[in-house]
């Protein structure tokens, strides 16, 4: 089984703020790992694939970068409708495994 | 459109049995995998297994397997999540979840079910 730490648990920030979102693998997944944004009472939605690749229709604010082990997911300048919880999931080897989930709030 | 739509909430005493559902639409239903997804009240997400329909091919999470059983009907474009004795620890939300590209299992979930909620109560 892989392990991923994902930190933080708990981000506070402003609109307009950057904001970097960290995941790290217990082994290494070459790029096959996603980002996700749930907001309450929704279903998660696919932001990033492919550790790098912005989903169609997901604002260019969010970006993905890293591979092996260590990855990060960017929000550029944070918007109102942001502030949700933010998921990774490897998807190299079974049994896939999701991060353990960070909420941006704001501050 | 795309979709997965779920088979709506359920309310069960433990000891009972549960089958839910998610029925895929606008594509091809046995070309892509679906995964199953577990959230727990104020929880994460948990990935508990997915399942090809083309040839039922499944893979569980070894929390889950022996737990739940998946499983899919490609003449009706189903798959489903059972159990066979809940608990009251199955209390939860569970996700299906369709992969980016057809044939691929390993790839990120880009469809998703609205998400069935399961109270296990006596």
């Known amino acids: 089984v892989i392990w991923m730490t994902q930190s933080p648990s708990l981000l506070s920030a402003s609109t307009g703020d950057r904001v970097t979102i960290s995941c790290r693998m217990s082994?290494?997944?070459?790029?096959?790992l996603a980002w996700y944004q749930q907001k309450p009472g929704k279903a998660p939605e696919l932001l990033i694939y492919?550790?790098?690749t912005l989903q169609s229709g997901v604002p260019s604010r969010f970006s993905g970068s890293g591979s092996g082990t260590d990855f990060t997911l960017t929000i550029s300048c944070l918007q109102s409708e942001d502030f949700a919880t933010y998921y990774c999931?490897?998807?190299?080897?079974?049994?896939?495994?999701f991060g353990q989930g960070t909420k941006v709030e704001i501050k | 459109e795309v979709q997965l739509v779920q088979s709506g909430a359920e309310v069960k005493k433990p000891g009972e049995s549960l089958k839910i559902s998610c029925k895929g639409s606008?594509?091809?239903?046995?070309?892509?995998?679906i995964g199953w997804v577990r959230q727990m009240p104020g929880k994460g997400l948990e990935w508990m297994g997915i399942?090809?329909?083309?040839?039922?091919?499944?893979r569980y999470s070894p929390s889950f397997q022996g737990q739940v059983t998946i499983s899919a009907d490609k003449s009706i474009s189903t798959a489903y999540l059972q159990w066979s004795s809940l608990k009251a620890s199955d209390t939860a939300m569970y996700y299906c979840?369709?992969?980016?590209?057809?044939?691929?299992?390993?790839?990120?979930?880009?469809?998703w079910g609205q998400g069935t909620m399961v109270t296990v109560s006596s």
């Open positions: 399942i090809y329909p083309g040839d039922s091919d499944t």
């Open positions: 082994q290494g997944i070459s790029s096959y």
């Open positions: 999931q490897q998807y190299y080897s079974f049994p896939w495994t």
């Open positions: 979840a369709r992969p980016c590209r057809d044939g691929y299992k390993n790839d990120a979930f880009d469809i």
């Open positions: 606008g594509y091809s239903f046995t070309s892509y995998w």
């Open positions: 492919a550790a790098s």
